[in-house]
């Protein structure tokens, strides 16, 4: 009886040992988006906030700049923590088109919002890192619907 007293407090131990450190990384986590937040106000742009952050961060802003050279995306600093914003040009005003555009990338889980001024179509991602996943399946939709499109 007195082994199985045990047992049960020891399990109990674990699971209540590995709750709290789960709702610990957690409570960290949003505190480290906070202070990322902070810095990225005080550095003024993503790369120097990135590049200060940590070397983890560094890397991540090095192959960033090397994707945004290569594509000419436009992801201002205020959205690199919380939503990225992607832009691209849209040549002509093509309503049939663009609207097939629009319908297509609405189906694409993530996308948040989209925006539409002209010659332009602006989407909006939850998280900068979602981005990574969602990128295939965007490039994708521009390809097929608007290869005409300005990366």
């Not at 045990?6 to 202070?35: A, M, P």
């Not at 097939?100 to 189906?107: E, R, S, V």
């Not at 539409?116 to 998280?127: E, N, P, W």
Request: hydrophobic share 45%.
């Amino acid at each position: 009886m007195k082994n199985i007293f045990l047992k049960f407090i020891f399990i109990e131990f674990v699971l209540f040992s590995e709750r709290f450190f789960r709702s610990f990384k957690n409570f960290w986590k949003e505190k480290e988006i906070v202070f990322g937040k902070w810095l990225c106000k005080r550095y003024g742009n993503w790369e120097d906030f990135a590049k200060s952050y940590s070397p983890k961060m560094k890397c991540e802003v090095e192959q960033w700049s090397q994707i945004l050279s290569r594509w000419d995306f436009h992801i201002p600093y205020r959205m690199a923590v919380s939503n990225s914003r992607i832009t691209f040009s849209y040549p002509e005003a093509q309503p049939k088109k663009q609207n097939a555009l629009i319908n297509a990338l609405w189906k694409i889980d993530g996308i948040e919002y989209i925006e539409i001024s002209a010659y332009k179509i602006h989407l909006t991602i939850g998280t900068l890192f979602q981005f990574e996943d969602l990128k295939p399946k965007i490039f994708w939709v521009i390809e097929k619907y608007a290869p005409e499109a300005n990366f």
